[in-house]
């Protein structure tokens, strides 16, 4: 969970400086980009995908799944201290967020029990806004 400070620290404006409009609205913010409109959505290109705002690691392409959800799924972290988690109660609904460990910035969600195939049975939902993949 949340209890330690983010390594990686900007000001608001230096994040607004940093990142686009609708990059703020969901890392820093906690938004959400609308459904099968992201850049990573499809993506099947091998490489890790690095946090838009920071640059740390978060996940790599072989972890990656077509959950036809609308939005990127991987079914577990490039390492497991790339992110952390924490209780999100808001809109009604328990759910778990997923933040970048290094700027805490907000990436998306993670499921468990839907039935994907994978090992981890687990489905990290990451908005393509809030990543960046670095092929290779």
Known sequence: MTDTQPDFT???EQWHERLTPAEFQVLRQAGTERPFVGEYT?????????CRACSAELFRSTEKFHSDCGWPSFFDPANSDAVILRPDNSLGAQRIEVLCKRC???LGHVFEGEGYPTPTDQRYCINSISMRLVEG
């Open 42 to 50: 499809d993506t099947s290109e091998p490489g890790v995908y690095q």
């Open 10 to 12: 900007l000001t608001p």
């Open 104 to 106: 805490h910035s907000h």
